[in-house]
T-cell receptor
């Protein structure tokens, strides 16, 4: 079974530029999560989708971050404009969505460096 | 507030046993997860506890005491490949995962 796919794996941009990340969850997984993980810290949830609807985006900095999952499968996360403090690994995870305590499976992440 | 505490770093010897502790204070409790994260890689699921007691899975075991807000991950017969960060995460009353900062485990030959 294929895992969660993410691209790109690495991205270097200058502050004030825009960047987009892509995620393809495990086939059949209804729930998709985007996390931000700063070095030395645990992941921080940015947004959670159930199919193509947003369940929780309370920690998403909406002035610069946006995410969509239009057809309930793939998702994109965008930052516009980027700031230095956005340097982090952006992890996408998915779960079956059949129960609240479903195990989350993570993709390899995108390491973003903002100069 | 919500708080999860884990030691920042631990060192152990190949072949030995190590116990990684996690204490928590969260708004509600719907289970505790342990994940392993090798440097530069994504977290991978190790265990899930929702009831008190010990869950054993091969060389890894996880223990939970809800009344004490305490869990540990026990790793036996340590191998060099076990060098990684171990993340404790609590599912709160809103079914959101609250993550600890992780414990970096260093295995020495």
């Amino acid at each position: 079974e294929a895992g969660v796919a993410q691209s790109p794996r690495y991205k270097i941009i200058e502050k004030r530029q825009s960047v987009a990340f892509w995620c393809n969850p495990i086939s059949g997984h209804a729930t998709l999560y985007w996390y931000q993980q700063i070095l030395g810290q645990g992941p921080k949830l940015l947004i959670q989708f159930q199919n193509n609807g947003v369940v929780d985006d309370s920690q998403l900095p909406k002035d610069r971050f946006s995410a969509e999952r239009l057809k309930g499968v793939d998702s994109t996360l965008k930052i516009q404009p980027a700031k230095l403090e956005d340097s982090a690994v952006y992890l996408c995870a998915s779960s079956l969505g059949q129960g609240h305590t479903d195990t989350q499976y993570f993709g390899p992440g995108t390491r973003l460096t903002v100069l | 507030g919500q708080n999860i505490d884990q030691p920042t770093e631990m060192t152990a010897t190949e072949g030995a046993i190590v116990q990684i502790n996690c204490t928590y204070q969260t708004s509600g409790f719907n289970g505790l997860f342990w994940y392993q994260q090798h440097a530069g890689e994504a977290p991978t699921f190790l265990s899930y506890n929702v009831l008190d007691g010990l869950e054993e899975k091969g060389r890894f075991s996880s223990f939970l005491s809800r009344s004490k807000g305490y869990s540990y991950l026990l790793l036996k017969e340590l191998q060099m490949k076990d060098s990684a960060s171990y993340l404790c995460a609590i599912m709160d009353s809103n079914y959101q995962l609250i993550w600890g900062a992780g414990t970096k485990l260093i295995i020495k030959p």
